[in-house]
């Protein structure tokens, strides 16, 4: 696979160690930077540049790493036909790929140790997204970003949601499942 990183200086370390990782595991890595943890850089300039690198089909798959994955993560999300995920462990990482088709995975360097990002990021090369319900719920983005689709709008009690409303208020104010027992690795 050809795997795009990139990272900023607080992710330099984790994303450096994860790039030999992978080399090792076989794929084509493209480094787009930072180069260096000593010198601080802006992590918007690394997401996008591996989103464009995805979303281009220069790259397969990305890898992004600043402090705790967040920021450079909502950067490569900027990127249309991004969806980077923030993992901290195997877990999230394979419902990442399993529930979201996620194609750039987002670790924090000064939250997730070597070991766990490792582990989270071999399971995201690896497992396969399960489509059904979730492809439905995927083209609702996509459609959003290409302008062909319509604010979905809140959920009815006929859908998989239902809408409350606050009392005295006549519009909707939240949205709550309806489903009961959806855990946080099974559920619909
Ligand atoms: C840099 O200090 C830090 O803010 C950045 O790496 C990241 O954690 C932002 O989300």
């Given at each position: 696979m050809r795997i795009a990183v990139g990272s900023d200086h607080a992710g330099f370390d984790l994303k450096a160690e994860l790039a030999k990782h992978l080399v090792d595991a076989g794929h084509e890595v493209l480094d787009l930077g930072a180069?260096?943890?000593d010198v601080p850089v802006d992590y918007p300039v690394f997401g996008l540049a591996v989103g464009r690198a995805v979303a281009e089909g220069r790259a397969d798959r990305g890898v992004c790493v600043c402090g705790t994955g967040i920021g450079i993560g909502i950067a490569a999300n900027k990127v249309d036909g991004v969806r980077a995920a923030l993992v901290h462990d195997a877990t999230t990482a394979r419902l990442a790929r399993q529930?979201?088709?996620?194609?750039v995975v987002c670790l924090g360097g000064r939250t997730t140790g070597v070991l766990e990002a490792t582990d989270a990021v071999d399971t995201f090369f690896s497992t396969e997204f399960e489509g059904g319900r979730h492809q439905r719920r995927l083209d609702l983005i996509s459609d959003f970003e290409s302008g062909?689709?319509?604010?979905?709008?809140p959920q009815r009690a006929s859908g998989p949601g239902s809408t409350r409303r606050a009392p005295?208020?006549?519009?909707?104010?939240s949205t709550t499942p309806t489903t009961a027992g959806a855990g946080p690795t099974g559920g619909p």
């Open positions: 180069d260096s943890p529930h979201n088709d996620a194609n062909r689709g319509q604010d979905p709008g005295g208020s006549t519009a909707s104010t």
